[in-house]
């Protein structure tokens, strides 16, 4: 072992004391011991115990735990500890200018175990209000968070998507009489991108490689590259004459291409120059990139698949009432602004404390304010909704007196997660058969690269919906994008409506139905099936 790897554990241990708030003494003598035996010239595995023990700040308790760390490779009073602390907060310690004493507030204030719901609850702005954090501090945070995804090589489509436009401009730049596009995961519109991939009509491309891109590896006509924020890359080259077939390759996958080839007698669709060349040749539907994922969609003629346009309203918004950062005007005013039609208010019911929700009087007050509003515009309407908690039992926040006054209600688990697939499914379908539920919030409660939501039957969640007259939300943050799009299938099937809702906590975030639309895309939702507030 190095003296690297050695030292590494005591910082560690340090690091997981601080998070208990053990002995700010031993903390601060573990902190110092991983600074002197990092530097060390000598190796610790080459020296005695008194050698070790001599050296400054060490002494006999440290020099112990050296020498249990060589013979073992573990230190039972990190295992101790670690016994005790859930892994994604031992994992947020990975997150560069996120330290522990910070960290212990988020755990213990806000009941976050993991980075996925750390950046959730920074989207949400839960932390502003808490000791020691504030507005840029939180914005910080989540650049930092975003900065930790990357170096883990699995990105949200949402921190990739602007980024990939700007290599591509920069390809662009550097050979601007060639076609360069974006292909892969990117093209196709994944929640999840893993590579982000070009395709260029260029053979001789090695003047573009340097300081701003880097060749790590080249297979033919296969770069394998990453910019010089570490992002991975991979550029594909093809001559002018096989652009369509190579577009067509590199953007579907090999499931999708397994499953068109068995569709058509044509088997040969080498050099054709455009996609659209190919589906005629199969005499199958063109298929859009997004419909590539898989086999669903070969040989299906789909038909205006949703867009962002077809969104008439805001649906999921929260203000300053509970967990939001702008007023209802601002929000109301913002979505207008951007030509929506209509917003639908829906802070949090009063159960959720951890993000100030609404008693009755509150409500009342809101109801009032929203009213004074309505009567300033002609052309725009503000609706009074609730995001009501979903109890454990399956009921919904709020006595019924209180529920029959709003104009529509979300309903979604926001507590209790921990449930097996039998009891989470219960819980839903009660909510869903509540008379009053007018929308399925985001139903697994899933976030993204961190959290995998509680298991639940979705036919029978689905067929709930259907039965009741209920809508499903596409939640459209990029951390939850829940009702995943693999299911949107189903429920056109059943005749259930999509309520895409940016679940947006300040004016900014109702952009996040961009991403909410992109993933309907991929899961072929029609504009048929999107519901509206009327």
């Known amino acids: 072992m190095t003296n690297k790897e050695i030292a590494g554990y005591f910082n560690d241990l340090a690091n997981i004391m601080d998070l208990h708030k053990e002995n700010p003494f031993k903390i601060k003598s573990y902190r110092n011991a991983y600074i002197q035996l990092r530097k060390l010239d000598r190796p610790l595995i080459e020296m005695t115990e008194d050698e070790v023990s001599s050296l400054k700040g060490i002494g006999k308790a440290i020099t112990s735990k050296v020498f249990e760390i060589i013979e073992t490779k573990e230190l039972q009073t990190y295992n101790k500890y670690k016994e005790k602390t859930p892994s994604g907060i031992l994992e947020m310690l990975n997150i560069k200018g996120f330290g522990p004493s910070k960290i212990r507030v988020v755990w213990k204030d806000l009941e976050v175990e993991n980075v996925g719901e750390l950046l959730y609850a920074c989207n949400e702005n839960r932390l502003i209000t808490l000791k020691g954090f504030g507005q840029k501090t939180q914005e910080e945070l989540i650049e930092k968070i975003h900065f930790y995804y990357r170096s883990r090589d699995k990105f949200l489509y949402a921190s990739v998507e602007e980024k990939a436009e700007d290599i591509l401009k920069f390809i662009q730049g550097k050979f601007p009489e060639n076609k360069v596009v974006i292909v892969g995961e990117l093209r196709r519109k994944n929640i999840i991108i893993n590579r982000i991939e070009f395709l260029m009509d260029e053979q001789n491309i090695d003047s573009l490689f340097g300081k701003e891109i880097i060749l790590l590896e080249k297979k033919e006509n296969k770069y394998i590259c990453k910019n010089e924020e570490g992002y991975p890359l991979t550029l594909f080259t093809c001559s002018k004459e096989e652009w369509g077939s190579k577009l067509f390759k590199y953007t579907a996958t090999r499931d999708f291409i397994t499953s068109f080839l068995a569709s058509t007698k044509e088997k040969d669709f080498t050099n054709l120059e455009s996609e659209e060349a190919i589906f005629k040749k199969a005499q199958l539907p063109f298929i859009l990139p997004e419909l590539r994922n898989d086999s669903t969609f070969v040989g299906k003629d789909i038909q205006e698949l949703i867009t962002e346009k077809d969104i008439s309203g805001v649906i999921h918004s929260h203000t300053t009432y509970s967990d939001g950062v702008n007023t209802i005007q601002e929000m109301a005013d913002y979505a207008k602004k951007l030509g929506y039609q209509y917003i639908g208010i829906t802070d949090h019911s009063k159960s959720a ?174 504009r048929k099936f999107l519901y509206h507030l009327s």
Request: proline content about 4%; glycine content about 6%; overall charge negative.
């Open 353 to 526: 404390f951890y993000a100030n929700g609404l008693k009755e009087e509150k409500l009342k007050e809101q109801w009032e304010e929203i009213d004074q509003l309505n009567q300033k515009y002609s052309d725009f309407k503000i609706y009074k909704g609730i995001e009501s908690d979903i109890l454990y039992d399956g009921s919904l926040d709020y006595d019924k007196s209180i529920l029959k006054e709003f104009d529509f209600i979300i309903a979604s688990i926001h507590s209790q997660l921990k449930m097996f697939k039998e009891k989470a499914t219960e819980r839903l379908i009660k909510a869903i058969e509540n008379p009053y539920t007018t929308i399925l919030g985001h139903p697994t409660g899933r976030l993204l690269l961190s959290r995998q939501g509680y298991p639940i039957d979705h036919k029978k969640i689905i067929d709930a919906c259907a039965a009741n007259g209920v809508a499903i939300e596409l939640n459209a943050n990029p951390v939850r994008l829940d009702l995943d799009p693999s299911w949107i299938p189903y429920a056109m099937e059943k005749n259930v409506k999509i309520s895409i809702n940016p679940d947006a906590h300040s004016t900014r975030g109702i952009h996040d139905i961009h991403y909410g639309v992109l993933a309907a895309r991929t899961g072929g939702m029609t």
